[in-house]
């Protein structure tokens, strides 16, 4: 018979038992959810921020667009940016007198003009020279330079009235 064979002695551990970790899917919900959770907050912060913000009056409309047209005025041509002053003038006057037709032709429009309250009888002279002016350079082709132009800035910014820009 055979001899029996020593038994070998028992293993010893020897790292300490290993923690179980989360599985990787919890790991993923949990960086989702804050994802998530950020993204909602900026949302909620933008919102709140362009609500803070008051919608613009028409004469602060009339007063950038004529500060942005000031500003390019050497760059333009004379004959373009009495058009463009021209254009935002009539806006901001339709925009203020609902009753002013934008894109009609400037005998209507002072007409129209005549019949609002707006017009003392100084503006409506300063409105129909200066869309004589305009019509002068923009259908008749009369030659314009940008001192002309830049008058023509001067006079439509006259016609804005002090107490529209509150």
């Known amino acids: 018979m ?3 064979t ?12 290993i923690a179980e970790s989360f599985p990787a899917w919890i790991i993923a919900l949990g960086i989702a959810a804050v994802l998530l959770i950020g993204w909602g907050v900026w949302l909620m912060v ?11 009056l028409p004469a602060e409309i009339f007063i950038r667009e004529l500060d942005a047209l000031a500003a390019r ?5 004379a004959y373009e940016l009495t058009v ?6 009539r806006t ?25 309250p707006r017009f003392g009888q100084a503006d409506r002279e300063l ?3 200066f869309l004589s002016t305009a019509d002068r350079i923009k259908f008749a082709r009369a030659r314009v330079d940008h001192a002309t132009a830049a008058e023509l800035l001067t006079q439509a910014r006259g ?3 002090p107490d529209s820009t509150q």
């Open 2 to 4: 055979n001899p029996p």
């Open 6 to 17: 020593p038994t070998p002695p028992p293993i010893e551990d020897i790292l300490p038992p």
């Open 46 to 56: 933008r919102r709140a921020r362009r609500r803070r913000r008051p919608p613009l």
């Open 73 to 77: 005025a050497a760059a333009l041509p």
């Open 84 to 89: 463009a002053a021209c254009d935002v003038l």
């Open 92 to 116: 901001y006057l339709a925009a203020v007198e609902p009753g002013l037709p934008r894109s009609r032709t400037s005998e209507e429009f002072l007409r129209a003009a005549a019949e609002t």
């Open 127 to 129: 409105l129909a020279g």
């Open 159 to 161: 016609l804005l009235r």
